[in-house]
């Protein structure tokens, strides 16, 4: 039996009562929103439960917490910080305020690291950007003199169950630790910069830098010489978009595993006959499309399809299985042959548009130096329909 106030649930008895903390924060929120409240207002309404309620600081101690702070290097008190919460007395971190109604700008973000750059000659790392309900946590990671002018942690209590605890619990009172603390966002705003070059890369792979690091380590195992170096970095950038959409679909499908059993068993009870009809019908489709193609000609469409790109959607492309050989056809119209392959014989080639001319290759980047010229074909009936 479980000793009387012992916490059985698994979590952190401190991140419990955080992530509930955020739950009533939350709801409060809710229902004073459109109130508009004056600057005033939003301090105690919504910003002082979070202080004491969410981050564990208690706002009548001013060891802990100090309102309307001297922020002026010079010590004139002509510039004052909303609020800093202090360790032992030292401040560590600096919170603006602006009304609940009020979006966050770079104006306000330039205010705060005016309060920032001064405090930050007494240790302070830390600043808080706030209308109550949307948090901007800024620090001075990138290494130049201030303050960060990108957060490294930003939420929003209209969506809650987004904030990141594992970091919001590093600010907690109890969890504060100034060099762990300082380690720990140091880690998540590295991370969150490569995340986002990947995610820019993903989408649009365009930085020649990037695209010569993949060819270079693909180009030995692929025997890719000189000739076919322009076409291989544009299946470079097909295969990233290709990658991130299948990213995306995966991360889709593993958030579908997790939906509780009660909810997912009745969304497929509810679809059931249409779910085994749809598989039934994926599943001959994928067999039909192995029983017409061999590999080879599967991967050398899947090239002209990403050497057309952006230019011509991928979806204009037929390849359609004949006698002897498999044709690649814009908009399936046999009147509008791109190239035929020849691939199930000892001399493999390409026919390429029309009157067609022969092309022989060895291997399935054979195909690669003359992609250009079926991009032109492409484009040429493209413009013919237009």
Known sequence: ????????????????????????????????????????????????????????????????????????????????VDCVLCDSGDPIIAIECKRSKNELSIENVKQLNIYFSNLSRVGLKYGILTNGIDYLFFSDIEGHKGMDIEPFMEFSFREHDKINCDCLEKFHKEGFHAKNTYDYVTKLKRKKMIKDVLKEELENPSNPAFVNFIFNKAKKACQINKDKEAPFKTLVRAAFSEFSQAATVKAQEDAEVTVPKAKTEKKAAIAENKVVIEKNEQETSVKESKNKFSPEEIEIFNFVKASLEPEIDSGKLEHRPCAGYSSILYENNKNNPICRLYLNRSN?????????????ISEVYGVLPHLPRLKNIALEYKSAKA
């Open 348 to 360: 493999k080639r390409i026919e390429i548009g029309k009157p067609r001319e022969k092309v022989f």
């Open 1 to 80: 039996m479980p000793k009387k106030n012992q916490n059985t649930t698994g979590k952190n008895p401190l991140r419990e009562e955080m992530e509930n903390e955020i739950r009533i924060q939350a709801e409060r929120i809710k229902q004073n929103s459109g109130k508009g409240e004056k600057e005033a207002a939003t301090i105690r309404t919504y910003v002082e439960p979070f202080i004491k309620k969410v981050l564990g600081y208690d706002t009548s101690e001013e060891d802990e917490v100090n309102f309307e702070y001297p922020a002026d290097y010079f010590g004139s008190n002509r510039k004052e």
